[in-house]
């Protein structure tokens, strides 16, 4: 087989990358180790930046985006009980975010590439690369007990953290930065309605919780926990419990709960590697980077890989200007280590971490109530919220 672009991953940031390549007029396949089901069924993040709206749009798979999906206009950061929203349209010129589902988007892309008649290969087995900075580099892979082999010209590695794609470049021509943070989010899915028409951010001294929607009927609650914590030791009883002691007392009373539909900790983790490209191969989104949730920037970096690449590639293609490839390390990591400190920041004035003195706590409490308390502070944190623009490719 042959093609221009193999995308290892089918994921948001490989199906999304599919798409625009195609519309492009650049072939494209994509390999996927797991069941289209099995990719469905991820719980993730549903905040959309007004860059990967635009996308989505441009993809080909943004109709039902654009009817269902929740435009917010601001988000509430709650310090112990008390509340400050930050007004995005007024702080950014008129700018929002879409909350919709992972798993709804990812059905959209997926439903787009069936109609476009793409190759795709679900459960692929044994993919690797190969000779990814020579003339000629493909991806070997087995599928339904076949062995088959892919020649391309480049490679994109869209295959999470546990990918096979970081893992071909060797040790000494990447450099790895990782952060561990103590503790987790204990998510909980609930067909219940929201209990605030925004998201609300809040800072306790029993730790951090966030109410976040899927929609006007399914909410999305997430609470702190030690690393030590477990799923199976939490009912749902005793969720909604540790829940309602840190909403401030008005959510607290009007709070909906309900049977969980699905419980996960999410682990809270800060990870770079540098650089983002070896040879002909691309890192993008979790193969790359991943960010702690408290930012909603990990599904929004990943879409910065995804335009970065998709607008280096056409003009490859489509104006012949290959001297442009070896820049695309350099632009992701820009957006990339913007998206990190962002997340990086807000994960500690918000949450109560493990080792961290009285001191620090106190420090953190005054720089969040002073960023919310004027104008200029909650402006820089509105813009980084919704997004920073993209570089242009040129």
């Known amino acids: 087989m042959k093609t221009k672009v193999v995308i290892i991953g089918a994921g948001p940031s490989g199906l999304l990358l599919g798409q625009l390549l195609h519309k492009k007029g650049i072939d494209n396949i994509i390999l996927e180790r797991v069941s289209p089901d099995y990719v469905l069924g991820r719980i993730r993040a549903g905040i959309l930046e007004q860059g990967f709206a635009k996308l989505l749009r441009e993809a080909g798979a943004g109709e039902r985006m654009d009817e269902e999906g929740e435009i917010h206009g601001g988000v509430e950061i709650a310090i112990n009980g008390e509340r400050s929203r930050l007004d995005f349209k007024k702080l950014t010129n008129g700018k929002s975010v879409i909350v919709y589902g992972q798993t709804e988007l990812t059905r959209d892309l997926m439903e787009a590439r069936d109609r476009s008649n793409q190759i795709s290969y679900y459960e692929a087995s044994n993919v690797k690369p190969h000779n990814v900075v020579g003339e000629r580099p493909y991806v070997s892979f087995e599928h339904q007990g076949q062995k088959h082999k892919i020649q391309c010209d480049y490679i994109a590695g869209c295959d999470g953290f546990h990918g096979v794609s970081r893992k071909t470049i060797p040790e000494e021509c990447k450099t790895e930065y990782d952060r561990v943070y103590p503790g987790g989010w204990l998510g909980v899915l609930s067909e219940t309605p929201p209990v605030n028409p925004e998201l609300v951010y809040i800072r306790h001294e029993r730790g951090f919780a966030l109410c976040s929607m899927r929609s006007q009927t399914r909410s999305r609650y997430y609470i702190q926990v030690g690393e030590d914590e477990a799923v199976e030791n939490w009912s749902d009883g005793k969720f909604w419990q540790e829940l309602k002691r840190r909403l401030p007392d008005d959510l607290a009373a009007k709070l909906v709960t309900g049977p969980s539909i699905e419980k996960s900790i999410a682990p809270m983790r800060s990870f770079v590697v540098e650089p983002m490209q070896y040879g002909k191969l691309f890192l993008l989104g979790d193969a790359a980077h991943i960010v702690p949730p408290t ?61 961290v003195s009285d001191f620090e706590e106190k420090v953190h409490s005054s720089e969040l109530e002073y960023y919310l308390a004027t104008e200029l502070g909650q402006k820089i944190i509105a813009e980084q919220y919704v997004g920073l623009a993209y570089d242009e490719i040129e």
Do not use: P
């Open 295 to 355: 930012g909603a920037k990990g599904l929004n970096t990943a879409a910065g890989d995804v335009y970065t690449l998709y607008s280096i590639l056409d003009q490859v293609y489509n104006e012949g200007n290959e001297d442009i490839i070896s820049r695309y390390s350099e632009i992701c990591l820009r957006r990339v280590w913007a998206g990190e400190r962002f997340s990086w920041w807000m994960s500690n004035l918000l949450h109560k971490f493990e080792g």
